[in-house]
């Protein structure tokens, strides 16, 4: 398995609710934070969305109640409502005291402005902390071999679930090579059932089919040369091959039937999907605990497969790649206060024992420390947290999803262009050219 730091010239590879506490007044430079009682306090924003919203929750709750003489205050905001939020409260010098993020070029930006610290001296200091933490997971909260950003929840690769209720009924087998998955396209239009799920509107969940298709195809070099900044990267044939491919499965009907007004916020593709609708969705496998939450019997009754994305005949990438969050990460806020860093800090080590993952593990998600072996094999959901694991240590390249690899401007363009593309209102060949003006942006 490879291992890459995210570094500009290397791609990495792993081997609104109602808040909690006190509003964004607390946030930031705006003096030290106190809540409601009078304590210290540092301030957090998470996202909603069930399982992990309540075992974030649950985290700070913990943290609080073990630390009596100081507070943590969470927000929570939807994912695509958090990702456009905490870059204008950044530039606007109102962010939390913790930044959640996902790092890699986002990271990137923020280090090069001066938003977050550096948390080497720290974990030098502490070096149990950093110890615990799987080798895998550092490299996307890293920065020119410094770490600003600590791993933390879950390792999440990218996997192909699939209804096996619907493959039942049809009659038919899940697919083991990319021509399987074109031979399954027409015979499950014929069946009434949408052959794949997909939030289109969100954006980022059509990017997924373009990070493996590139990889099946071309390998992971033809990314490579994107995030390396070569120019007209994104014209390379085997890339549009891969765009052509995409295009390929939206002209045969693959896609739900009005994919692109479907919101992944609202886990409207998840329901299509247990709800026998869609045969098929590729997504993070973070979306197996919310199926098991609000699927019924979908995941407890054995109804829910899951495969890696299969390989493409002739194609260069190795079957075991994957792509996805290697973790999630937390910063500090460089505005923040001493009191309220010293806050941020604590709750991040609080947030490295074995408590904290079993609380993932309850959930059906892989954990981002060492020496959780015995704790996944105990879960009812040891067969899927097995399966991610294989995938996550197995993969020749684990790769992060590239929105987050790429700078903040980069992806933006990218994700505009991958909406044009699935609507086929660019061919291939304009995708690659809108892209390679913002190569090395």
């Not at 909690?20 to 210290?40: E, H, I, Q, T």
């Not at 996944?376 to 992060?400: G, M, R, V, W």
Request: proline share 6%; glycine share 8%.
């Amino acid at each position: 398995m490879e291992f890459r730091t995210t570094t500009r010239r290397t791609f990495l590879g792993l081997s609104l609710s109602l808040p909690l506490g006190v509003a964004l007044s607390a946030c930031g430079s705006d003096g030290p934070g106190r809540s409601s009682s009078g304590k210290p306090t540092a301030t957090i924003w998470y996202l909603t969305g069930q399982p992990a919203e309540d075992v974030r929750k649950g985290s700070v709750e913990r943290f609080n109640k073990a630390n009596p003489d100081v507070a943590v205050e969470v927000t929570l905001f939807e994912n695509d409502a958090y990702k456009t939020k905490i870059k204008t409260a950044i530039g606007a010098g109102q962010a939390p005291t913790i930044i959640f993020g996902w790092g890699g070029g986002t990271l990137r930006s923020y280090v090069q402005a001066g938003q977050v610290d550096d948390l080497t001296p720290w974990l030098d200091q502490n070096p149990q902390i950093k110890d615990k933490l799987l080798e895998s997971t550092l490299p996307a909260g890293m920065v020119d071999d410094k770490i600003y950003a600590l791993p933390t929840d879950r390792i999440q690769p990218v996997v192909l679930f699939y209804n096996k209720r619907v493959f039942g009924k049809v009659g038919v087998e899940p697919p083991q090579t990319w021509g399987d998955v074109l031979e399954l396209v027409p015979k499950f239009n014929a069946a009434g059932v949408a052959p794949f799920s997909l939030a289109g509107q969100s954006r980022w969940t059509n990017m997924m089919w373009l990070e493996f298709l590139f990889d099946r195809i071309g390998g992971p070099e033809v990314f490579e040369a994107v995030y390396n900044g070569e120019k007209n990267a994104w014209s390379h044939p085997d890339a549009i091959k891969a765009l052509t491919e995409v295009q390929k499965l939206v002209e045969m009907n693959a896609f739900v039937k009005g994919f692109s007004s479907i919101v992944a916020d609202q886990d409207a593709d998840q329901a299509l999907l247990y709800t026998d609708k869609a045969a098929m969705m590729l997504h993070g496998s973070w979306t197996y605990g919310t199926m098991k939450v609000n699927g019924g019997d979908f995941v407890s009754g054995g109804h829910l497969g899951y495969m890696n994305f299969p390989p493409v005949d002739g194609g260069k990438g190795d079957p075991s790649n994957t792509f996805g969050n290697p973790a999630q990460y937390l910063s500090i806020y460089s505005k923040a206060t001493p009191e309220q860093k010293e806050i941020a800090k604590r709750y991040l080590a609080s947030l490295v024992t074995d408590e904290e993952a079993k609380a993932w593990i309850d959930v059906g998600s892989l954990p981002v420390l060492k020496g959780t072996e015995s704790l996944l094999e105990q879960s009812p959901d040891a067969d899927f947290l097995k399966f991610t694991y294989d995938i996550a240590n197995n993969a020749k390249h684990f790769s992060q999803s590239w929105d987050q690899a790429l700078s903040p401007t980069a992806a933006e363009a990218l994700l505009d262009n991958i909406a044009k593309l699935f609507q086929l209102s660019i061919s291939p060949q304009q995708f690659a050219d809108n892209m390679n003006q913002f190569i090395g942006k």
